[in-house]
């Protein structure tokens, strides 16, 4: 088995190239929201061990962005460990992408196309304005990876698998992600199942993805 990630540009259609995939692989989805529950949670939990270690409260508030990154990292490869998951942006692919059963994947479309998608879509009042947003966006996602992942999202290298949605349909592009995870070799290793990862956010990923799947 395996896990995805899936790395993608605002108005790529990526969120639903995951869904798809997931759903045609059977394997569970997780996404930003699901990330940030499990987060929030396990940072809770975090801050009450920094209040009963005083000297650490102070080196958290003075690296707060980096303490925050290293949660969504944990969370990231707790998720992974789970196997059977397609997880959604997050610098997934930076995080866990260099274990062996992991897929990376890019799903992306020229600017101008994703501007006119941006621009249907939020009902915007011009294409210009779309696609300011779009560029911004772009730029945004590719500064957040660069500076505390150190990868390059802009980069086909950083992937095993690029997909253009204005060359593919989303069906298209899903049926190539189930194809490109049934090829990968069984028993590849070093495997993200191995992944080192605390027993209290193992407990929170798999509570929170299990409340998921209960509702789903």
């Known amino acids: 088995m395996a896990?995805?990630?899936v790395s993608r540009q605002l108005g790529s259609f990526g969120g639903k190239v995951a869904r798809l995939a997931a759903r045609e692989l059977g394997y569970a989805l997780v996404d930003k929201d699901l990330i940030e529950g499990v987060v929030r949670?396990?940072?809770?939990?975090?801050?009450?061990?920094?209040?009963?270690e005083p000297a650490r409260i102070r080196d958290m508030f003075n690296s707060h962005?980096?303490?925050?990154?290293t949660m969504f990292n944990q969370a990231i490869q707790a998720f992974g460990q789970l196997d059977n998951v397609v997880i959604v942006g997050r610098a997934g692919f930076a995080v866990i992408g260099d274990y062996a059963d992991v897929l990376d994947v890019r799903v992306e479309a020229p600017a101008e196309v994703r501007a006119q998608r941006i621009l249907e879509r939020d009902g915007l009042e011009s294409l210009e304005l779309?696609?300011?947003?779009?560029?911004?966006?772009?730029?945004?996602?590719a500064t957040f990876v660069q500076r505390f992942e150190l990868r390059d999202p802009e980069n086909p290298k950083s992937f095993d698998?690029?997909?253009?949605?204005?060359?593919?349909?989303v069906e298209q592009a899903a049926a190539a992600i189930v194809d490109a995870v049934r090829a990968l070799p069984g028993g590849a290793v070093p495997s993200v199942?191995?992944?080192?990862?605390?027993?209290?956010?193992?407990?929170?990923?798999?509570?929170?993805?299990?409340?998921?799947?209960?509702?789903?």
């Open 193 to 216: 199942t191995t992944a080192p990862v605390d027993p209290v956010l193992a407990e929170a990923v798999g509570s929170a993805l299990a409340a998921r799947t209960n509702q789903a």
């Open 65 to 69: 962005a980096i303490e925050t990154v």
């Open 130 to 141: 779309a696609a300011k947003h779009v560029a911004r966006e772009d730029k945004v996602r």
């Open 41 to 52: 949670q396990y940072g809770v939990t975090m801050l009450n061990q920094f209040y009963n």
């Open 161 to 169: 698998l690029v997909l253009d949605t204005n060359e593919v349909t």
């Open 3 to 5: 896990v995805v990630t």
